[in-house]
């Protein structure tokens, strides 16, 4: 059962990347950054929603909304970050 829980947890964390890519314009890093950084982003968007007091997402969409939204964070900073090293 836990093997399940870590494959759902990849997936949001692919999902909410992708979306994320697409939502955030530019010169971007390719799928497979962008993927890696929802997962990562997942982490964020968990942390900013219980920093915020808003609860735990319940269920697959809350958890890709929280994901992705964590994801645009990340993305947002790292390519404004790109932009100041060129």
Avoid at 8 to 14: E, K, Q, R, S, Y
Avoid at 71 to 82: D, G, M, N, S
Wanted: glycine letters at 20%; aromatic letters at 12%.
């Amino acid at each position: 059962m836990a093997a399940h829980g870590f494959i759902i947890w990849l997936v949001i964390g692919a999902l909410a990347g992708w979306l994320a890519g697409l939502f955030v314009k530019g010169a971007g890093f390719g799928l497979l950054v962008d993927i890696v950084v929802g997962i990562a982003g997942a982490f964020i968007g968990g942390w900013l929603v219980g920093f915020a007091g808003l609860g735990s997402s319940t269920g697959f969409f809350g958890s890709l909304v929280t994901a992705t939204l964590g994801a645009v964070i990340l993305l947002v900073l790292l390519r404004t970050f790109k932009l100041m090293r060129k």
